[in-house]
């Protein structure tokens, strides 16, 4: 069968795959890579969804008429391990796996209904992070198995190195929120070296990558999954910083504690620790944007989101000790 292959513009942008030369060079076969897989898996393919920035994902229909979800994931080590939580999840609170293909990065999918995402579908922020907070909870009951996905401690210590090298290379810039920098560097050494719970992460679950299911019993599903084994306590940064722009407040701080307080809870979870990874990872974030987008509105507006670090300290320092 052939196969009519659209590139959407996410894709093109800056900030999408084509960015970069390997990302440009990944896009040219795209047409190729959804051709084969149309092809194994015997799929009628639709228009694709025309969202994310690493990955062509379109809906399709099996000749079944099963509905699905066509995956082709740029290759880069975040996305390497999807399959595998994927498989270890089997559609409990994550889109079911159906197939894949290690060595074209596809993915096939069983497809969510009506697929809407978490922040489209109404509901407070409360509401809106209890949903994520259940998500989570299923996923982290998955059993731990020797899977080959990356460890969090070893991406922390990563981390530290690479974050150093950039903060010095950027200290320019800095002025005076060399502070804050330093304490999420060193932030990142402490939790690299200590030896927290384990459980199988999902690695990014902010809330567009959390979509409603209804099959007659409405439920939430996570997608794109960055999988790694570690401290459970490194998952909440992202819905707490995504839900309802808490930084759009004029106050913060008072906003978040309480939302903080309220999922840690339900999770079980030390919430000093929550806002320390997320000091951690905004910081960490930071110097990714200065290094991967070295331009001067890009950059300005990485070193705004340092004020956003030095809430998640003063939450911490609040908290007192883990």
């Known amino acids: 069968m052939i196969v009519q292959v659209n590139i959407p513009a996410v894709l093109t942008q800056p900030g999408g795959a084509a960015s970069t030369a390997a990302g440009a060079a990944w896009l040219s076969t795209v047409p190729t890579l959804v051709q084969r897989a149309a092809h194994r898996w015997q799929l009628q ?10 990955s062509w994902t379109a809906p399709a229909t099996m000749a079944d008429g099963t509905p699905v979800v066509l995956k082709i994931s740029f ?11 994927l ?79 950039r903060a010095s290379r950027w200290m320019s810039l800095l002025g005076d929120r060399v ?41 939430w599903l996570a997608i794109d999954p960055k999988p790694m084994l570690g401290d459970p306590a490194y998952e909440l940064w992202p819905v707490l910083n995504q839900i309802d722009d808490p930084f759009g407040h004029p106050d913060p701080q008072a906003v978040l504690l309480p939302r903080l307080l309220r999922s ?21 974030s930071v110097l990714w944007q200065l290094e991967t987008w070295p331009t001067p509105e ?10 956003e670090a030095q809430t998640w300290a003063d939450i911490a320092d609040t908290l007192g000790p883990a």
Request: glycine letters at 10%; hydrophobic letters at 45%.
């Open 87 to 165: 498989g270890m999840w089997r559609g409990s609170a994550a889109v079911e796996l159906l197939a894949h293909d290690a060595e074209d990065w596809a993915l096939l999918l069983r497809r969510a209904h009506p697929g809407t995402t978490l922040l489209a579908t109404p509901g407070s922020p409360e509401q809106q992070i209890d949903a994520c907070v259940g998500v989570l909870a299923n996923l982290h009951r998955a059993p731990i198995a020797d899977l080959g996905v990356p460890i969090l401690r070893e991406v922390a210590h990563y981390w530290v190195t690479l974050a150093s090298e």
């Open 179 to 219: 502070a804050i920098v330093s304490r999420g560097i060193e932030q990142l050494r402490a939790f690299a070296g200590d030896d927290a719970p384990t459980v199988l992460l999902h690695g990014d679950l902010n809330p567009g990558n959390i979509l409603l299911d209804d099959p007659g019993t409405p439920h």
């Open 298 to 307: 890009r950059q300005a507006a990485a070193l705004v989101q340092l004020a």
């Open 45 to 54: 393919v639709g228009e694709p969804f025309g969202v994310g920035t690493a």
């Open 75 to 85: 290759p880069h080590e975040e996305a390497r391990y999807e399959a595998v939580a």
């Open 264 to 284: 840690s809870q339900a999770l079980g979870l030390p919430p000093q620790r929550v806002a320390l990874w997320g000091l951690a990872r905004t910081v960490e």
